[in-house]
């Protein structure tokens, strides 16, 4: 047995017991021939004293002090001794384990270190290694504490949900991972097969079709833990791999996959904090998100909601509004209250001069159009371009925006998209620079009523708002409708800002989504070659259902504050989505390119082109 305790275990009421202690040498100590070390392991970290006048009689003395200093950095070792009482004034109020120790009667070296690319002790996250060089030796970044709390917590949040689904009679099915490539919005990575030369598969983007085939065939309450798979461009919250809670139900509508979503987290809410999590969430419909927040995914624990008032200054000889209105856009305006200000745990208690030009140099960096502002005073509203709004244009906006005095007014003008988009991000700036959301824990959202397709600004072609699955608001798409207006059942979860979920109710009659399909610019041919299998099953008796995935990896990270994803699992890609671990994506050998004929592929693309040049 190599111990009867882990490193964080001890505490005073072990003093005077026998024990065995087991991890990696995190520091070491020499105080005039007493050593010390810090032994570490995935539960804490313990002192180990090595006290020759402590020693009993017979004690090798010397072959014990011989080993212990063989002992570098971050060996691997295993320790019996007696637990005692530190001395007195030497006690770690910091850790658990900081009143004992354990005094060495034996030690093994169990396995020795290489010097280490980086400190694995506790240390800010100012201080960490690139994180390159983290991922290069993630198996050495895993040994810190905040690794292994991260993935704690990750496990305990998929263990709660696994039970609240076992409590509510879901099924846990697992889904293929080698299927058929379809369109879902995103690029596939695709797998080719030996004994079918010239066919591939592809790696799921989610389990949709399965899990509606699952309804199909009476499963009626699905779950799953999905691994799912994205060959995108690389962006800092997203990972090719990721994993997914992922459920579907058989007679539901909108509102009952929600409350079980709510019920879920609810559940996991109480078993992680031990505190209730209100519900139901608040539910806002998508234009009004828009509207007000400037994104689809708001952050709705603070004010500092946008108002269009174009309306109102309309009629003001402001030329850089004329000129905007004039062309078809509009003017946005946020209200920093003077009350937001007074609270706010930030430096100033106010927004001055200063302040609010280093705003304006932000807008223009971000590619703004323009920033400007107006300030509530006694004397009215006050800043270097009131003289060109008379004064009932001014009064209009003090009405319209709710302004007390020493409210601060911000004005973003431009095209509607652009508009709505920066005066989205300057409401997340003002938040975060301001500490609005300090201490206010956390808030989610149903954003509801999406739009069932949007249209492409490029090509103009029409495209899923979520995928091409969704059930139309109205059970119908109407021939003499515009696409653009239709909306869709479906629905995101939002968390502080962040979508976490999306789900929806799904087409179950296959004409209808054959009609869906068309309406994308499908083709007969390729609906029939791409979704035959699947608009067959839908015709063999199709419940009505829905459902919804909760990406785990972005809602476990939020919840424990962490900038990144890859601060929650354990083998990320890194920001290029490679893996420096193992080195991947990495060449393969011609001999299994040739398994595969993959290289005769290759070269009778390269003839044809070589023929096709020659003609």
Known sequence: MYRTHDCGA??????????????????????GGVLFFDLADSYGSTQLVFDPDAMTDGADVEALAKTLNSFGRESVIAVSGFVRERVQGTADPRNPTGQVEVLIENAILLNTSKPMPFEVADQKNSLLPGEDLRLRYRYLDLRRAQMIQNLRFRHSFIASARRFFDDEGFVEVETPLLTRSTP??????????RTMPGRFYALPQSPQLYKQMLMIGGIDKYYQIARCFRDEDSRADRQPEFTQIDLEMSFVDEKEVQATVERLLAHVWKTIYGTKLQIPFTRVPFQEAIAKYGTDAPDVRFGLEIVNVTSAVASASYDVF????????????????????????????????????????????????????????QEGLSSNIVK???????????KMMGAELGDLLLFIGGPKIQ?????????????????????????????????????????????????????????RVGADE?????????????????????????????????EVFGMLGMTDGEIE??????????????????????????????????????????????????SLLDDSPAEVEESKLSELQLLSLAEGEDEAKAKKKRR
Not at 186 to 192: G, L, M, S, Y
Not at 366 to 375: D, I
Not at 442 to 464: I, M, Q
Not at 546 to 556: C, K, P, Y
Request: with cysteine.
């Open 482 to 514: 515009d696409p653009a207006s239709i909306g869709g059942l479906s629905y995101d979860l939002v968390l502080d800002g962040f979508e976490i979920g999306s789900g929806s109710i799904r087409i179950h009659d296959p004409e209808l989504q054959r």
């Open 322 to 377: 004329k000129k905007i209105i004039g062309k078809g856009g509009i003017v946005l305006c946020i209200n920093l209250k003077s009350s937001l200000l007074s609270s706010s745990p930030s430096d100033s208690s106010s927004l001055g001069r200063k302040e609010v030009d280093r705003l304006i140099e932000w807008a223009k960096g971000e590619g703004m159009s323009g920033l400007t502002w107006m300030r509530l005073s």
């Open 529 to 578: 070659r791409k979704f035959g299998f699947f608009l067959e099953a839908l015709g063999y008796g199709a419940p009505p259902h829905g459902g919804i995935a909760l990406g785990v990896d972005r809602l476990v990270s939020i919840l424990l504050g962490c900038d990144s994803i890859r601060e929650v699992i354990a083998f990320p890609k890194n920001k290029r989505f490679q």
């Open 10 to 31: 001890l505490r005073a009421e072990h003093i005077g017991d026998r024990v065995k202690v087991a991890g990696w040498v995190r520091f070491s100590r020499d105080h």
């Open 419 to 475: 508009a709505t988009k920066a005066a989205g991000a300057l409401r997340v700036k003002l938040a975060k620079d301001l500490g609005l959301v300090n201490g206010k824990g956390h808030g989610f959202v149903w954003v509801v009523d999406c739009p069932l397709v949007t249209k492409d600004a490029v090509s103009g072609r029409l495209e899923p708002f979520h995928h091409p699955f969704v059930m139309p608001s109205k059970g």
């Open 184 to 193: 879902e919005g995103a690029r596939d990575f695709i797998v080719p097969s």
């Open 388 to 398: 060109y709004f008379p004064l009932e244009v001014r009064d209009a906006l003090v």
